[in-house]
Structures are given as C-alpha cells and as structure tokens.
C-alpha cells in the first residue's frame, strides 16, 4: 500500500496538487486517505509531499511545516484562494 501511495505521488508534476483522498482513490484505497498521510509521514528524500493537500485544497500541516508547505507550493507556480490551493486552476488528474 505505501509504495502505491508513494510512487503515485510522485507522479503529481511541479504546479499540481492533489488532495490526500484522491491519492488514495487513485491507488485503489478508497476513503483511506489517512494511511496517504500516513505514508508521506514516513516517506523519504525526493517524495514531493508538499503536493498533497487536504481536502477543498486546504494546508493540513500546522505551524513552520504549513508554512514550508505553501511556500514550496507557491514557488511552483500553485496559486491560493485565501488559505486553499485553487484546486480548479492546479489540480492533478490521475
């Protein structure tokens, strides 16, 4: 399962996001998006983390880490609607 999770994020280019359930889906775990957090907890160097968002687009890291993580996002070009990413604009497609 995590190395589902994992190469599929992977997958998410530079400028996209993707929400934790529809990783999970994609992967074929359906209403698991726990356990995609779960595996980016524990994932390692070149995982693109900072694409996975939860749901409506939302930051769900607290602190300096959701910080890190909109600032990673923005650099790519992903634009923000007040605190969510504008998922219609930057959303991947599996």
Not at 33 to 48: E, I, K, S, T, Y
Request: positive net charge.
């Amino acid at each position: 399962m995590l190395q589902e999770i994992r190469a599929l994020i992977c997958k998410i280019p530079r400028g996209k996001v993707a929400t934790y359930g529809q990783v999970a889906e994609a992967a074929g775990f359906p209403g698991r998006a726990r356990q995609v957090a779960w595996a980016l907890h524990r994932c390692g160097p070149g995982v693109p983390w900072h694409r996975v968002l939860g749901a409506g687009g939302r930051i769900r890291l607290p602190g300096q880490q959701g910080l890190e993580q909109r600032l990673r996002l923005e650099s790519e070009g992903v634009g923000f609607r007040g605190s969510a990413a504008h998922l219609k604009v930057h959303q991947h497609r599996f």
